[in-house]
């Protein structure tokens, strides 16, 4: 039997342990003012991880004050970004020989683990009207979903995005049979305060049920004040879609183990 030990530690940060692979996901656990809770986790907790993956460089998927600690407790762990991100983790204290590019289409090997970067339809927001887009004006592809091949089971981690018309094909021919989806959704309110959204609720319910994976746990929906979504109405809605995955809600930073027959 396939098994995982899958650990979340809130947002979109997890740890995904199988054999001697450690690989430690969007991690957020620097203490921040709009936090709606303390970081459940240190950079002591993970000195066994052996790959990082950060999705993208907002705080919330790229915390670099947590990883410039995580570099002091752990000499080994390569940390892997969009290509186009990884100078701006260089020029904030992560060292270069740390440091590794994805791109769509060039799947990345470390040990036994192996990973294959989709693109993520991402919001660009700010003081400028948000828009949804892969990359500021048409560049090389800047917000990344992962889909990991560890201890026999494949994960997909969405990062930040939405659903677009070839994701539901394109991870169906990676066939991942676990989904972690982001459900905090957009709305107006939100936009005009230049902050970007996710998919929701019953958009992440639909893409569950479009790839059929074995299991789907709900994310990005608990940390941050004022953008937050509801992971039980997202359970209803993904036993409402007609798809079989079991849905996980996973209590923070206690690990459950996932299986595969």
Known sequence: MDSVSVTWYGQSGFRLAAGPSRVLIDPFLSDRPDRRYPPPASAQDFADITL???THEHVDHLDLPFLRE???VNAQATIVVPAPVAEIAAGAGIGQDR???A???ADLRD???IVHPVPALHGIGGDQP???EFAPAGGPVRFLGYVIEIGGIRFYHAGDGLVYPELPAALAALAPDVLMLPINGRDHMRESAGIVGNMNETEA???CAQVGPSYVIPMHYDAIEGNTGDPGHFTSLAHRSGGSATVVVPPRARPVTLALP
Do not use: I, Q, S
Request: glycine share 10%; charged share 15%.
């Open 52 to 54: 990082v993956l950060c």
């Open 70 to 72: 995580f570099c002091a």
């Open 99 to 101: 440091l590794k590019g």
């Open 103 to 105: 791109e769509p289409g």
């Open 111 to 113: 040990a036994d683990v």
């Open 130 to 132: 948000v828009v949804y």
């Open 205 to 207: 319910a639909w893409l």
